[in-house]
């Protein structure tokens, strides 16, 4: 399949202390945008009864976040060819402060969708334009390795969310605790302006400029690798759940629906972001080690995930606190894995493309996770409004049946998995050795 070992690119530049430093500052600016993007995830309780709102209209503030992010996928990855990793961040940045300052002082349900859609549309400059400066600071062989230390690191901003966030916003007020994470934006957006370079050489040489026919090529050469369709689909059925669990729901199922109290609520939380960044080094190495295997990794973890909430919602009663921590730990493994879709558009794609194909790759996670953010809530708004809650909105049953739709968009991706990466094989003309040899092989060489 393309991104085969005949296709890596093992040119590129010799890391340094300042490649090092350029990608610490980036990390830096995605850290802040994943503490912006995950930081309503906690507050939803809250957000309940500062905007006397129903399930559906609180999950609307994340889904439509997701949309702008999503939405604005394809045009961020055109425009980071074209301006720079470092504008496009900053511009993130500046927009995250400005969306968390609004949401601070909003008081309605309008105005908090205002400031939440700012900051969808800021976060969706950042992860894509962090990604195009690892090609042009460190060697090709890293950049799978760089990709997951990128994406391990970045998660450690749910942990500020799910924690320091979460204790100022239960012991202080609303206002000041969002403005302080407006605060956040704006120290990375100072950072990246002052220091940030796209290259080693300064600034990153732009496509040239042919308007929206040139646009319309590069997204039409992009789209037609099987390599880049094969990693829509990954990220699509890999980090959906822990999106959504992260992001809207998981809070509210833990506290009211499961019977955690907030302290352990937030330790499971955190969990997950732990496990994140524990596995992400396991699966680039695994990336470097079989690259023809990175299909085969994302419908193991694909499956191990449903398992997981099979295993929950079929429980009966509550789950114990053991089988919760078992789900948060499959779901955090869920994120890593959804890198290997940015692994196939990196090595199917011309370095020219490597910003619009991520782009494309990178819509396919934050679709599912919308459709299943507004799905769970427009569920229990209905079993609420026929009777079944009996006035639990966020009761266990009801919570049950929401959870349990995520199942079918686990099941679609797998299969659109399966159809794009034969079809990707096909075209590479390659076929893969059963991998229990591959594996038993390569224990026997390292015995000798």
Do not use: K
Request: charged share 10%.
């Amino acid at each position: 399949m393309p991104g085969g070992p005949g296709h890596m690119r093992e040119n590129g530049p010799v890391s340094s202390v300042r490649s090092w430093v350029m990608w610490g500052i980036g990390v830096f600016a995605y850290l802040v945008a994943v503490t912006q993007r995950t930081s309503f995830g906690v507050a939803g309780l809250e957000a309940t009864d500062r905007f006397h709102a129903s399930a559906a209209a609180i999950s609307a503030f994340s889904v439509l976040q997701l949309l702008v992010y999503a939405g604005l996928q394809i045009p961020v990855g055109v425009l980071v060819d074209r301006l720079g990793p470092r504008n496009m961040i900053a511009m993130g940045a500046f927009l995250m402060f400005l969306g968390q300052a609004q949401l601070a002082a909003a008081d309605s349900v309008a105005a908090g969708v205002v400031g939440r859609v700012l900051v969808g549309a800021g976060d969706a400059a950042t992860f894509v334009s962090v990604l195009r400066l690892i090609p042009a600071w460190f060697p090709a062989r890293t950049v799978p390795l760089m990709t997951q230390f990128t994406g391990m690191v970045g998660q450690l901003g749910q942990l500020v969310s799910v924690i320091p966030f979460a204790l100022l916003l239960h012991s202080t007020a609303w206002t000041p605790a969002f403005l302080s994470l407006a605060a956040l934006s704006a120290l990375a957006c100072v950072l990246v302006v002052a220091l940030l370079r796209d290259t080693p050489q300064g600034r990153a040489r732009s496509q040239s400029s042919g308007g929206l026919r040139q646009i319309g090529h590069a997204l039409a050469e992009s789209w037609r690798e099987p390599g880049t369709r094969l990693g829509l689909w990954s990220h699509f059925t890999t980090p959906f759940a822990g999106t959504v669990f992260a992001m809207a729901w998981g809070y509210p199922f833990l506290i009211s629906a499961e019977g955690l109290d907030r302290g352990t609520a937030s330790a499971v939380m955190s969990l997950f972001v732990l496990v994140a960044m524990v596995s992400g080094p396991f699966f680039g190495r695994f990336v470097s080690l079989y690259p023809v295997r990175r299909s085969s990794m994302v419908l193991l973890v694909s499956l191990v995930t449903g398992a997981g909430w099979l295993a929950v919602l079929l429980w009966p009663g509550r789950a114990p606190l053991w089988l919760l921590i078992t789900l948060v730990v499959v779901m955090g493994i869920g994120g890593p894995a959804s890198m290997i879709g940015f692994d196939f558009a990196r090595t199917s794609n011309p370095v020219e493309r490597i910003g619009t194909a991520t782009g494309i790759v990178n819509v396919g996670g934050f679709v599912a996770a919308l459709l299943s953010m507004y799905v769970i809530g427009l569920v229990l708004d209905l079993l609420n409004a026929s009777g079944f809650s009996r006035g639990e909105l966020y009761g266990l049953e009801p919570f049950r049946i929401a959870m349990s739709t995520q199942l079918l968009f686990l099941l679609v991706g797998m299969i659109a998995v399966a159809v794009v990466r034969r079809r990707a094989r096909q075209a590479a003309g390659i076929t893969p050795r059963p991998l229990a040899r591959v594996l038993w092989e390569r224990s026997r060489r390292g015995n000798r």
